[in-house]
């Protein structure tokens, strides 16, 4: 029986030897693996990183044109608009001057005889002005005579 405990007490230290010789293997073979793992997620990482940076500055490039693509219209009609306001108001300006220039004219014209009455008179429709019977003649002959409304 001696020889089978010595044989069972070698088979248990062979076994024990095998058990920590393969948990040595199976650790060194996961060690590698760990390190294989953590250097592919390592990469992995820096390529994922610089793909959302170029990623990152195309959309940045494509919100800039697309910004100015809508501000450059909207402030070339806005100058445009401004333009145009004061062209219309330098105009309005020059037409109201005008028409207070003429207002002043009709004033005058009202004072210096504005009522008088001017029509076409006979078959050659000659102008002609209707005059005040009551007002005296002047001239040598009496040609001349006041109008009338003046």
């Known amino acids: 029986m001696s020889e089978i405990s010595r044989l069972a007490t070698a088979f248990e230290q062979r076994s024990k030897a095998q058990a920590a010789d393969t948990e040595k293997a ?12 953590i250097e592919a997620l390592n990469e992995s990482e820096r390529k994922t990183s610089a ?13 800039l044109r697309s910004w100015l693509a809508v501000t450059i219209p909207v402030c070339l009609s806005l100058l445009l608009g401004a333009g145009a306001i004061a062209a219309m108001s330098w105009y309005i300006t020059g037409q109201i001057n005008e028409i207070a220039s003429h207002n002043a004219t009709l004033e005058r014209l009202a004072q210096e005889g504005g009522a008088i009455q001017l029509t076409h008179c006979g078959e050659s429709r ?3 002005a209707k005059i005040d019977p ?7 002959n009496g040609e001349y005579r006041i109008l009338e409304g003046y």
């Open 26 to 37: 199976v650790r060194s073979a996961f060690e590698n693996y760990e390190d294989a793992l």
């Open 51 to 63: 793909a959302i940076r170029a990623q990152s500055r195309n959309l940045q490039r494509t919100a």
């Open 126 to 128: 000659r102008l002609c």
């Open 134 to 140: 009551s007002a005296t003649a002047y001239g040598e």
